[in-house]
Nanobody
């Protein structure tokens, strides 16, 4: 069994900051990419940021320069530092990871339960 547990969402005023965390636990052999997606009401889920095990980064254009993704491989944890938040950043944020549970298995997609981020005055 593998779980991704997120924390750090909440309500913040425009221009404020939040830090999301996501810890993977359970039967894990290896983790490839980890990242964050978001889904606003009435919209499709979209990639926010991702980081590979080697440290390669990918950001959505809408968050470049404002959000920073990082990971602690020893703790199987990924973080998303969100600065200069805008009302359009309001969404449910989901943690994602590609995880291999044993040496002979394939990497499989795992998702967290989601955490609400609301940017409003």
């Amino acid at each position: 069994q593998v779980q991704l547990v997120e924390s750090g969402g909440g309500l913040v005023q425009p221009g404020g900051s939040l830090r999301l965390s996501c810890a993977a636990s359970g039967s894990i052999f290896s983790i490839n990419a980890m990242g964050w997606y978001r889904q606003a009401p009435g919209k499709e889920r979209e990639l926010v940021a991702a980081i590979t095990s080697g440290g390669s980064l990918n950001y959505a254009d809408s968050v470049k320069g404002r959000f920073t993704i990082s990971r602690d491989n020893a703790k199987n944890t990924v973080y998303l530092q969100m600065n200069s938040l805008k009302p359009e950043d309001t969404a449910v944020y989901y943690c994602h990871a590609l995880i291999k549970r044993a040496i002979v298995t394939m990497f499989i997609d795992y998702w967290g339960q989601g955490t609400q981020v609301t940017v409003s005055s």
